[in-house]
């Protein structure tokens, strides 16, 4: 009888990971229409027409998203505009990490001044966040830091030709 020897490695697999957590939405600006670069030119009773895309992992809750005209500013009134909910989408695993991975689709939305905007510079933010994170009493993240965040500057009713603005700031631009 002859002795054998064998040598090798033996690698175990890393363990499967636990359940997926939300993770905060991510908004896709550069696909946004109309893009939230530009202050866009408003009249009272004529909609303007939005699509936001983001990508999320829902871990199985909604997502909710709100539009407010003048969120958090001092000098004007707070004004909720509209709001609604996307179902979670069911999670793709990703095969190669071994969770699930982001979602993406898009919220689609609508916004008409009417004869109570006045006229002039607006600001108009969406709020996207997850279910576990949406206080629906006063419509808004309970912790804004775990909510998707973006902000549309319009000039209601500007005598000016369109593009030029009348007393709304410039769009953030970012360095490089």
Not at 20 to 28: G, H, K, T, V
Not at 36 to 59: H, K, M, Y
Request: proline share 13%; with cysteine; charged share 15%.
């Amino acid at each position: 009888m002859g002795l054998c020897s064998v040598s090798g490695c033996f690698f175990a697999p890393l363990p499967l990971p636990d359940d997926p957590e939300a993770e905060r939405p991510n908004l896709n600006l550069n696909g946004a229409v109309p893009p939230v670069s530009q202050v866009l030119a408003a009249e009272r009773g004529i909609t303007i027409n939005f699509t936001v895309p983001f990508t999320s992992v829902d871990a199985g809750q909604y997502v909710w998203w709100w539009l407010w005209a003048n969120w958090d500013l001092a000098s004007m009134p707070e004004l909720p505009e509209t709001k609604g909910r996307l179902s979670p989408r069911p999670p793709s695993i990703d095969s190669g990490m071994g969770g699930e991975t982001s979602m993406e689709r898009s919220i689609i939305f609508s916004w008409t001044p009417d004869a109570s905007t006045k006229p002039g510079c607006s600001q108009l933010t969406l709020l996207v966040t997850h279910a576990e994170n949406a206080d629906l009493v006063a419509d808004r993240p309970f912790d804004v830091s775990q909510a998707a965040i973006a902000t549309y500057w319009v000039n209601v009713d500007a005598p000016l030709a369109p593009g030029q603005t009348l007393d709304c700031p410039p769009p953030a631009v970012l360095p490089p």
